[in-house]
């Protein structure tokens, strides 16, 4: 399975910016997809996580300001990121949490930098 994402970029401070990331593969089921962050110098933070039946959750820093959502068709979620702050710049990173092959699996895609600045 292959994750990729696309979107990122620089976003003004109270604008917004939407990330995407798409798993492509053959015989898997997505449990749950995720996108995480990372600042310099630190460990990759959970933004927001979606199941496949739409359950949904955020951190605290961003509840309220993103939005995550998936296609389950085309096996893609999705990241609106709303009323950014410079705070949020970081590498943000899709992650899925899927099963195939009668076994439960964990990828990343690769990081892709988000910068809010003015």
């Known amino acids: 399975v292959q994750l990729q994402a696309s979107g990122g970029g620089l976003g003004q401070p109270g604008g917004s910016l939407r990330l995407s990331c798409a798993a492509s593969g053959s015989d898997f089921s997505i449990n749950t997809m995720s996108w995480y962050r990372k600042f310099p110098g630190n460990q990759r933070d959970l933004v927001a996580s979606?199941?496949?039946?739409?359950?949904?959750n955020y951190s605290d820093s961003v509840k309220g300001r993103f939005t995550i959502s998936m296609d389950n068709a085309k096996n893609t979620v999705y990241l609106q990121m709303d009323s950014l702050k410079p705070d949020d710049t970081a590498v943000y990173f899709c992650?899925?949490?899927?099963?195939?092959?009668?076994?439960?699996?964990?990828?990343w895609g690769k990081g892709t930098q988000v910068t809010v600045s003015s």
């Open positions: 979606i199941t496949s039946g739409g359950s949904t």
């Open positions: 992650n899925v949490d899927l099963f195939q092959y009668s076994s439960s699996w964990v990828y």
